[in-house]
């Protein structure tokens, strides 16, 4: 109780704050600049083998809300807006709850045809495909977008046209809150420079013992960003390279924890929240189930394990 409290109170660009008193990790929250609240624990639907179709969106999303999941993480990219709204508008019912109980992220595509001046009405088919009154929060997935119009495309000009088309799309309701994802801190510090009138409240990142910024984060807590982890768990392709590793094995057995309950909670203890991924009721709910603490002397032994190297898509090529 004493140790997770101490998580809340640092958990506080954006001041945290914690619901049920039973549930201490799985209903954390934190307050973004806009007052709304946000899981500190959240499921992604994305990434290589992506949750997809109406029939299996359905079906996992009854898992998701049943496990106690209150935040839903998606992108245009992932092709699944309309079944994940489709599914919702069915299951809410069931869980007892409502569109404002539900937070829903999703992305800008990194696309020609998303960037740019045609960014707001990218918004506004995600919103419309989603069929709600809002979406929650709208991220520029990257600082850039593929392919590139030419060899070192400076993109400088037109991210800031992609925000500006945003936060109309904001102003107008689409979204109640915008952020960005893969920004390092020179693309933050350029948005900030020029912001619209609406600094941006998340930067989801990829996240893990073998790939961390420290700097950035940082960086996000002096300027109230929520930094956001992807890959908690290394994403699809790499997740035994962190779940096998000796270390973090040996971590969760020690604690008596899985290794995946350690690697989020590694996270979540450095006030990273997490968007973990899962086709198993069983890793769905120990993914919620993060009310412990790592010794620092873990917690260190987990932050050491930093390799050189990125598992996806590198934003510091990107101009
Ligand atoms: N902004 C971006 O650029 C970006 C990029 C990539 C991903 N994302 C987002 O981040 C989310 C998470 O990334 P991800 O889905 O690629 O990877 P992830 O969450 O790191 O890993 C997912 C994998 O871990 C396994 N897993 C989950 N819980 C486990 C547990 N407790 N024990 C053992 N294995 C476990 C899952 O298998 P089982 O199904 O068997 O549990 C799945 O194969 C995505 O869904 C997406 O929403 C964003
Ligand atoms: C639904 O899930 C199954 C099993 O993972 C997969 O084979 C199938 O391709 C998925 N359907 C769609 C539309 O992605
Ligand atoms: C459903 O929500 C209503 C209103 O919040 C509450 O009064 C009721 O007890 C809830 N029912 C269940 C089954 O949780
Ligand atoms: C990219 O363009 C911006 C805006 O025109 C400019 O301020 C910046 O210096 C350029 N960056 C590089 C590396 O050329
Ligand atoms: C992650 O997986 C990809 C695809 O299998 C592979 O190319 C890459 O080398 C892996 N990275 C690490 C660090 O294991």
């Given at each position: 109780m004493h140790l997770l409290c101490k998580t809340v109170v640092l958990l506080t660009v954006v001041v945290a704050i914690r619901a049920e008193k039973n549930d201490l990790t799985r209903d954390l929250k934190v307050i973004l600049p806009s007052g709304d609240k946000m899981s500190v624990i959240?499921?992604?639907t994305g990434g290589v083998r992506g949750i997809r179709g109406i029939e299996n969106v359905t079906k996992i999303l009854d898992d998701v809300l049943g496990a106690g999941y209150r935040l839903i993480d998606t992108a245009?990219?992932?092709e699944n807006e309309e079944d994940i709204g489709k599914a919702l508008k069915e299951l809410l019912p069931k869980y007892n709850l409502t569109r404002k109980d539900i937070f829903v992220t999703s992305k800008l595509a990194a696309s020609k045809e998303a960037f740019g001046e045609n960014a707001y009405k990218a918004l506004k088919?995600?919103?419309?495909?989603?069929?709600?009154d809002y979406i929650d929060l709208y991220l520029i997935h990257f600082p850039g977008y593929f392919p590139p119009p030419g060899p070192n495309t400076n993109f400088s000009t037109l991210r800031d046209e992609t925000w500006k088309q945003l936060v109309k799309g904001q102003k107008e309701g689409l979204?109640?809150?915008l952020g960005v994802s893969?920004?390092?801190i020179r693309h933050l510090t350029e948005l900030l420079n020029n912001d619209h009138g609406v600094k941006p409240a998340v930067n989801q990142v990829e996240w893990h013992p073998e790939y961390h910024q420290d700097e950035l984060l940082e960086f996000c807590k002096k300027q109230g960003i929520a930094l956001q982890a992807y890959f908690s768990l290394g994403g699809v392709e790499n997740k035994t390279t962190l779940l096998e590793k000796p270390d973090v094995k040996h971590i969760a057995t020690k604690l008596g924890k899985t290794p995946g309950q350690v690697l989020l909670r590694?996270?979540?203890q450095q006030n990273v929240l997490v968007i973990p991924k899962s086709r198993s009721r069983k890793h769905m709910e120990q993914n919620l189930d993060l009310n412990f603490e790592i010794p620092e002397y873990d917690m260190n032994i987990l932050s050491n394990l930093k390799q050189p190297g990125k598992y996806i898509w590198n934003p510091d090529t990107i101009i």
């Open positions: 959240g499921f992604g245009a990219a992932y088919q995600s919103f419309q495909r989603f069929g709600f979204t109640r809150n893969n920004y390092n590694w996270a979540v």
